[in-house]
């Protein structure tokens, strides 16, 4: 009988101790995401910062950039003709190195 009540007591215990690993997870888990809303926030407000820097010949497309904007912005209606590593006009993405030979730059 006295095993019965040790393994039953472990059984709680162990119960109890999920119970507070489970909480745990689950605080950490809300702050990850209150966290990763917060930095995705600061982009947006730092958006206006990426599409008003210079045009420079290297140029590196910044969140929430096209090419149709970055050819607009730089004066560069050949940016597709001029980097032959962009194979797709719609898959570009933040950090993509591209070449800028402005026609009409606008300051």
Not at 37 to 49: A, C, F, I, K, P
Not at 73 to 79: S, V
Request: charged share 20%.
């Amino acid at each position: 009988m006295a095993s019965f009540s040790t393994s039953k007591s472990t059984k709680s215990s162990i119960r109890v101790i999920a119970d507070a690993a489970s909480w745990y997870c689950a605080i950490a888990l809300i702050a990850l995401i209150l966290l990763s809303s917060l930095q995705e926030n600061s982009h947006v407000r730092g958006r206006n910062q990426l599409l008003d820097r210079p045009c420079d010949e290297i140029y590196v497309v910044g969140e929430g950039e096209t090419l149709h904007t970055i050819s607009d912005k730089c004066g560069d209606p050949f940016i597709v003709e001029q980097n032959p590593h962009i194979h797709d006009p719609d898959d570009v993405f933040p950090g993509l190195v591209i070449k800028i030979t402005p026609q009409n730059p606008r300051n």
